[in-house]
């Protein structure tokens, strides 16, 4: 599953698009904010009795849309009763 929707994602915004101008970290940098903007970049995920409340088959995953690696920071908030 995670390989087709990496290569839908790159049908849709493919590295190297001579369509984007914004290249300034390289090729994958404009397709990389396009994908960023299709698949969204906040999430809110309900807890249950301390734990997960997703369906049988949901899953959260993070996802690179830059080709090298990058150093990311992730923010958890948590919000509700105690």
Excluded: C
Aim: aromatic share 8%; proline share 6%; hydrophobic share 40%.
């Amino acid at each position: 599953m995670h390989r087709d929707l990496e290569r839908f994602a790159q049908r849709l915004a493919p590295d190297g698009d001579p369509l984007f101008s914004h290249d300034a970290e390289g090729p994958d940098d404009m397709p990389a904010h396009v994908r960023s903007l299709i698949v969204g970049y906040q999430l809110t995920v309900p807890i249950r009795d301390g734990k997960l409340a997703l369906g049988t088959w949901q899953g959260i995953y993070l996802w690179e849309h830059r080709t090298e690696a990058m150093r990311r920071q992730l923010i958890v908030t948590l919000a509700g009763e105690a």
